[in-house]
C-alpha cells in the first residue's frame, strides 16, 4: 500500500475536534462547518466511527454491538472504519481543494481504546502506535473540546437518548479518556489547540473559527 501523506492529499485543510463525551463537540462540529461555508468555503462535515456507508456499518458494531471485541480487535475495527472513511470521503475532498471537519479521529482511538480499554498499557500503546502507522494520515488543526467530567456528565443526564457502549463505561474510564486526551494536547501543541468547552457555545464557536482561521492563514488556503 502507497502510504498516504498530506503531499497527496491536495490543498484542502483537514480539521479535526476530540475530547470526552458531553462537551458539545458535534454540535460545534455542525457550527463550525456552517460558518465556514458561510465565509465561501467548501466544506465536507463527517465524523468517526463513520463517515461512509461501509465505516457507518463498523460504527454500529462497534457502539451498539452485542458482543465485546477483544481490545486488538476493537483497534483494528477503527482502523477499518478510518481506513474507508480517508480512502472514500475525507482524500477525496481534500484533493478538491475542501476543509474537512471531522468529528473524532487518531486521537479519539489512543484517548479511548489506548488509555480508556487499554489504561495506557505499554502492550497496548504499542500495537496502537503501530496499527496508526498503517493508516498514516494526521490532522493539520485538531480543537480539543475541554469539559471536566461533572460538568460532562450533566450535560449528558440533561440530554438523555440511547448509551452506546463507551458511554455506558464506568466513571473511572471517563477519568482514564480525558486524562488521555490531556496527554496528547500536551505533547503536541503545534497541532492540538485546547479550547473550554465550558465557556457559551457562542464563544466557544467563536474560539474555534479562530483556530481555524489562524491554520488557514498558515496552511494557505
Ligand atoms: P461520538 O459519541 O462522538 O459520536 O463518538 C462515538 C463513540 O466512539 C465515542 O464514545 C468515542 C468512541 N470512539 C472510540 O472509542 N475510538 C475511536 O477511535 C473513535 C473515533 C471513537
Known sequence: MVPRSKGMAGKGLFITLEGGEGAGKSTQARLLAEALSAEGHKVLLTREPGGTPGAEEIRNLLLFGKVDLSWRAEILMHMAARSDHLDNAILPALERGEIVVCDRFHDSTLAYQG?????????????????????????????????????????????????DRYEAQAEAFHERVLAGFDAIASADPARVKRVDAGQTPEAVSAALLQAVHESLTVQGV
Do not use: C, H, W
Open 115 to 163: 488509555y480508556g480499554i487499554g489504561q495506557g498499557a505499554s502492550e497496548v500503546l504499542a500495537f496502537l502506535n503501530g496499527a496508526r502507522k498503517l493508516v498514516d494520515f494526521e490532522p493539520d488543526l485538531t480543537l480539543m473540546l475541554e469539559l471536566p467530567r461533572t460538568q460532562a456528565l450533566a450535560r449528558l443526564k440533561a440530554r438523555g437518548g440511547q448509551t
